[in-house]
């Protein structure tokens, strides 16, 4: 009788075993790609939709993503410094701890986006839309400086959407 178990418990676990190995892989989200750490400088992503892709830590000096969709996507710790992201679309990003220094971000939406600790020195913001994200108050005090332009996408001032007095 324990034989019959034995050889019973034996059969049911190879079958799960052989069922795991006909089991296709899970397909990834249309659109998604890990660049998480990647170097990429000076690479063209210019009118790609990229949206949900993650750059978390990527190294992007002198990038091209002029005009990209990178809505939702995953930014966090990424350098964008001397990127060109003019006309792109970072609404709902994900980019706390991230450099903007010295990038273009004319006509750039950042709606609803997460910017926490991210740095925008000398940034060209003519024109992005700012509206709902959530910046650093120093941040917004210095881009307020020089904010100027109306987003041509939203139709928002970019001195609006950064609540600049």
């Known amino acids: 009788m324990k034989r019959i178990i034995l050889s019973v418990f034996l059969l049911i676990c190879l079958v799960g075993c052989l069922l795991n190995l006909n089991t ?3 397909l990834a989200q249309e659109n998604t790609v890990n660049y998480t750490l990647a170097d990429l400088r000076n690479r063209d992503f210019s009118h790609q939709d990229l949206h949900g892709t993650s750059f978390a830590g ?15 996507t995953i930014l966090t710790k990424g350098s964008f410094l001397k990127a060109d992201l003019s006309n792109a679309n970072l609404s709902e990003v994900f980019a706390d701890r991230v450099i903007f220094n010295e990038a273009d971000l004319s006509n750039t939406i950042f709606t609803d986006a997460l910017l926490t600790s991210s ?12 509206s709902n994200a959530l910046l650093d108050p120093y941040e917004v005090k210095q881009m307020c400086d020089r904010a100027d332009g109306v987003n041509p ?3 928002v001032p ?6 600049c007095r």
């Open 24 to 26: 296709p892989p899970a």
């Open 119 to 130: 740095r925008f020195y000398n940034a060209a913001i003519t024109g992005a839309d700012f």
């Open 153 to 155: 996408v939203t139709g």
């Open 58 to 72: 990527a190294e992007m000096q002198g990038a091209n993503f002029r005009g990209a969709n990178l809505s939702g």
């Open 158 to 163: 970019t001195r609006e959407s950064l609540g």
